[in-house]
């Protein structure tokens, strides 16, 4: 009996100590969620549309200029903007052709709008992307400065465009260009669809992705993205991944292994015998067979120089017609990829 009142008590005590605890805590709570609440700034969407310092504030520059705004609004940008919790964002046409006071004092004109990016635009390549990082520094963005693209003096505005209108219209607007069906990871925001993109540039790509064996951009199951960032990345190559084989496995997983029987150059890099673009030998192969073996097997217990025509080792896929898992075996006797 006196146990039991023990533990009704304990329980009491509990209860009402962890309800003290709980009501002291909602006490404070007020209090300290005020004070934030209380600095909180006016909404940016409407510091947006009030005159602050050298920056005027969209709605008067859509005043003058009413067709860019209508190409911009609708953007996933201009939509992000008009939407934003950040001060930064809410600057809107300002925030990346820098405040417009002097501009707009003026009665406008080109020499007084401090960014432009037209082509004929005063401004160098770096006060034009410092424009865009000032919000797209981290992210995908993150290793730009000192990639292959930033220190050829590329802009992020020779592949992007900002007023494009609706989706819809930019949709339509590529669908001129579109020569291969559109991947599934292209993104609105470029001047053309990929890989036509990337491929006004690398010509020697264009080439190789019309070659028999490709990686199926042209049936839009790959793109550029798929593999690079033209960002930059900290791996080789500008590759997503950190090394060549992680970028194959990534997509072609069953190569991974483990392998009981492991065929060294494999695991060492795909690209030993495979040219991720394109090639002219079959399976994307960088020379044809049997030389993608020869050019590290010689000769031992059967040769694997030059055959006759009609050998086996030449006939259709040559060595693999009997080596058929190259890539590895998990056979317990298939030390030679054989089985
Ligand atoms: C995210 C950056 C960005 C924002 C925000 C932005 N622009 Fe632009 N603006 C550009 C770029 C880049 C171009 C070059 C053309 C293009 O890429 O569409 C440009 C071009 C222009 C041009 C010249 C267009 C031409 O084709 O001759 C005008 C005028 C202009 N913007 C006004 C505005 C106005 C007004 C706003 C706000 C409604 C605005 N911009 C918002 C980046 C921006
Ligand atoms: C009083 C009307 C007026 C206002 C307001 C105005 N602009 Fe302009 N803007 C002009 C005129 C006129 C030009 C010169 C166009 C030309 O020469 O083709 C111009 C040119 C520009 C250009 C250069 C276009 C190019 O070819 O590269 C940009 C960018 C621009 N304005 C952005 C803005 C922004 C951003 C604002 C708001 C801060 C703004 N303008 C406000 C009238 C105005
Ligand atoms: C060589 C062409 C190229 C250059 C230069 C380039 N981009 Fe891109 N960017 C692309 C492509 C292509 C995509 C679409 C990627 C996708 O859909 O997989 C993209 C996507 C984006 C995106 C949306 C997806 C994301 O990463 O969040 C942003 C934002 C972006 N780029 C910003 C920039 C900025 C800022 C710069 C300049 C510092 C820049 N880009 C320079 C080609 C480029
Ligand atoms: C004031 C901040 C700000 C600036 C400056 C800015 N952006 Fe953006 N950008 C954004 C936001 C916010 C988004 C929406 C991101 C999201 O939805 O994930 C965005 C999205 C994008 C996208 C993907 C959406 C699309 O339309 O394809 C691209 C590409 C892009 N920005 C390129 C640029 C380029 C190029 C510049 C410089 C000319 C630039 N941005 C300048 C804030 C900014
Ligand atoms: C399936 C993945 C994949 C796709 C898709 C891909 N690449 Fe590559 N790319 C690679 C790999 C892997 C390398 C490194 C090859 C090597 O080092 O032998 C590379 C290298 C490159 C290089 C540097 C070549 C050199 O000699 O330094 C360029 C440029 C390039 N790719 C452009 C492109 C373009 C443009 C596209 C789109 C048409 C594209 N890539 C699509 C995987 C890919
Ligand atoms: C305006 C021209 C231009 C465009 C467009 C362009 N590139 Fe490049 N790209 C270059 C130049 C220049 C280099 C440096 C070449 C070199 O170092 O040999 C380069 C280098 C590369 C490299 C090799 C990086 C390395 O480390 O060797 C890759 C990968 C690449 N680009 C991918 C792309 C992709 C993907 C696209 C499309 C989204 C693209 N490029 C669009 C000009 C361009
Ligand atoms: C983004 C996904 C992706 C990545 C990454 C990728 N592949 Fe592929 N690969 C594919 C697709 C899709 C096919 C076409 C398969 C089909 O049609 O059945 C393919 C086909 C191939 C083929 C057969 C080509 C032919 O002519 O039949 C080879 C060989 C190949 N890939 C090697 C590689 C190598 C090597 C790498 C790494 C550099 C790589 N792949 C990275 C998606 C990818
Ligand atoms: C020692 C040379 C060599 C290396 C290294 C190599 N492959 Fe292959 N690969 C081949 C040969 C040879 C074929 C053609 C097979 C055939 O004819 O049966 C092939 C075919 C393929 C195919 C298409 C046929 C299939 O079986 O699906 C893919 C995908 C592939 N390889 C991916 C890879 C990947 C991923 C790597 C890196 C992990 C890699 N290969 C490394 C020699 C190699
Ligand atoms: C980049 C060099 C390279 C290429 C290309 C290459 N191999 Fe190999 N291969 C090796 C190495 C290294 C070994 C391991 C040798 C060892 O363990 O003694 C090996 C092992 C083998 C073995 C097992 C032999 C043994 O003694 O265990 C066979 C079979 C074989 N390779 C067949 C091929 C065939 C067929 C091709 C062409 C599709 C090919 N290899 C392409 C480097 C290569
Ligand atoms: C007719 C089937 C067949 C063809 C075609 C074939 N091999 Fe072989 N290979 C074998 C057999 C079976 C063995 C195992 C021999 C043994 O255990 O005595 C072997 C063993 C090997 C070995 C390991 C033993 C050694 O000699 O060091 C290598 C390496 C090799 N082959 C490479 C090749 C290359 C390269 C080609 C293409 C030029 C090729 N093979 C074509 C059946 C074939």
Request: charged residues 20%.
């Amino acid at each position: 009996m006196t146990a039991k009142l023990r533990f009704t008590l304990t329980l009491l005590v509990t209860i009402l100590g962890v309800a003290g605890l709980g009501s002291a805590q909602s006490a404070n709570a007020p209090e300290d969620n005020k004070k934030p609440a209380a600095e909180k700034p006016s909404s940016p969407a409407q510091s947006a549309m009030k005159p602050d310092g050298d920056y005027v504030g969209s709605e008067v520059c859509a005043s003058c200029h009413a067709e860019q705004e209508k190409s911009f609004v609708h953007t996933i940008m201009g939509n992000a903007m008009a939407h934003s919790k950040a001060a930064a964002d809410a600057r809107g046409c300002e925030s990346c052709h820098g405040p417009g006071r002097r501009h707009v004092d003026a009665g406008g004109g080109k020499d007084t709008i401090p960014i432009r990016f037209t082509k004929d635009s005063p401004n160098t390549v770096e006060e034009r992307n410092s424009a865009c990082l000032s919000c797209h520094a981290k992210g995908n963005q993150l290793f730009w400065r000192g990639s292959p693209h930033e220190s050829r003096a590329m802009a992020c505005v020779d592949c992007h465009q900002v007023h494009y209108g609706t989706q819809a219209q930019r949709y339509a607007a590529l669908g001129d260009e579109v020569r291969y069906s559109a991947p599934l990871t292209e993104h609105v925001g470029t001047k053309k669809p990929q890989p036509e993109l990337c491929l006004t540039c690398h010509q020697m790509r264009r080439a190789q992705l019309q070659r028999s064996s490709h990686m199926p951009y042209r049936e839009g199951k790959v793109t550029c993205t798929s593999c690079h960032n033209p960002h930059g990345s900290p791996n080789p190559t500008q590759l997503l991944q950190s090394t060549i084989n992680e970028n194959c496995y990534s997509c072609h997983t069953e190569r991974r292994g483990p392998f009981l029987w492991e065929h060294p150059p494999v695991m060492e890099n795909c690209a030993n015998c495979h040219e991720p673009h394109g090639s002219s030998n079959p399976e994307l192969l960088k020379v044809r067979m049997p030389r993608v073996c020869d050019s590290c097997h010689d000769a031992s217990r059967h040769p694997t120089q030059a055959q006759p025509l009609s050998s086996i080792k030449n006939f259709n896929r040559g060595c693999t017609n009997c080596h058929s898992l190259i890539h590895g075996s998990n056979h317990p006797s298939g030390n030679h990829f054989l089985r």
